[in-house]
């Protein structure tokens, strides 16, 4: 029994040995076994050592969840979620729409976050096997760190100052306007030096011209020349990328570039392909087979490789 005592303390009952330990985490054990923990449950607040996971054998998905209001903590409309449907990948919603999209790992860090190599504040690890799907930072210095998600929706790196004895905003994940999901609709790049900001892919123009004048992108891009799958279709890169949407794509971790290459020319579906990490050289393979959502120019070192008709690349 979990109980608010006369003297303000909460207290466990029973059920096992509660404690504390050095990370945060309060575990409930039972003959040396841990039966609860708290960072099974994390809220509005992520701390180091924490998982944010999937468990692929239990089911169980730890996630982040907005409070109602600044004074109200009741659980809000917004949440951060690991999505494991393609190639993992962490989606922001308001109750069931996706606002924002970080994009999967790549090795260095998040496809539509700032690359984190070199950094000396804190490291990220990410894990993808039969079991389980996680992402986890460590802190690597005596700078204290956790990440919130606001009851209006933002997802915030604060970090502890002892001089003024307080928290200030040391990152945010949503910082500009190609962080919107989707903004330049299906077959669109987004790129915040440009404007407007968003334009078709090579070998696509506006599916409706008068909408896209109109600074309304949602309808995207569509193909001047359909492809004609063969000999007639070449691959177009594209560089420094927040690489589309992974929720419909297919990926396998030990093939080489060359070999995705061949596998989306084989596949008359494949739109595209890229590597899953992008250290060393690139490796991994990483298809989509549907029209390519989210993407944005990014300064990072992540490219994707489009299918396009012949004609378009040689003109």
């Not at 389980?132 to 790196?157: A, C, M, N, P």
């Not at 004048?213 to 309808?219: E, L």
């Amino acid at each position: 029994m979990l109980k608010l005592n006369r003297l303000g303390n909460l207290v466990i009952i029973s059920g096992g040995n509660p404690m504390l330990l050095s990370t945060g985490n309060l575990v409930v054990w039972h003959t040396n076994k841990i039966i609860w923990q708290s960072f099974d449950y994390p809220g509005d607040t992520y701390i180091a050592g924490m998982k944010f996971r999937k468990d692929l054998v239990t089911g169980l998905q730890r996630f982040m969840s907005s409070s109602k209001s600044s004074d109200d903590p009741s659980v809000g409309e917004y949440s951060d979620k690991l999505d494991a449907t393609g190639f993992p990948q962490t989606y922001g919603r308001k109750g069931d729409v996706i606002t924002r999209r970080l994009g999967p790992w790549n090795g260095l860090g998040f496809s539509g976050f700032p690359d984190e190599k070199g950094n000396p504040i804190y490291s990220t690890d990410f894990s993808l096997n039969e079991k389980e799907i996680y992402y986890k930072f460590e802190l690597q210095s005596s700078v204290v760190q956790r990440i919130v998600l606001t009851w209006d929706g933002k997802t915030q790196i604060l970090q502890w100052i002892e001089r003024i004895k307080d928290w200030i905003v040391y990152a945010e994940t949503f910082v500009d306007t190609c962080d919107r999901f989707s903004l330049c609709g299906p077959n669109g790049i987004c790129s915040i030096n440009k404007h407007p900001p968003c334009t078709c892919m090579k070998g696509l123009e506006p599916k409706n011209l008068e909408e896209w004048q109109a600074s309304d992108w949602v309808s995207g891009c569509t193909r001047k020349t359909p492809l004609n799958c063969g000999n007639g279709d070449r691959f177009w890169k594209v560089a420094g990328v927040k690489v589309p949407d992974t929720g419909r794509s297919w990926y396998n971790v030990s093939m080489t570039l060359d070999e995705c290459e061949i596998a989306c020319k084989r596949n008359c579906s494949c739109t595209g392909y890229a590597s899953v990490d992008i250290r060393n050289g690139g490796s991994g393979c990483l298809l989509w087979f549907h029209d390519l959502l989210d993407t944005a120019e990014y300064d990072s070192d992540q490219d994707i490789y489009i299918r396009i008709d012949a004609t378009e690349l040689e003109s």
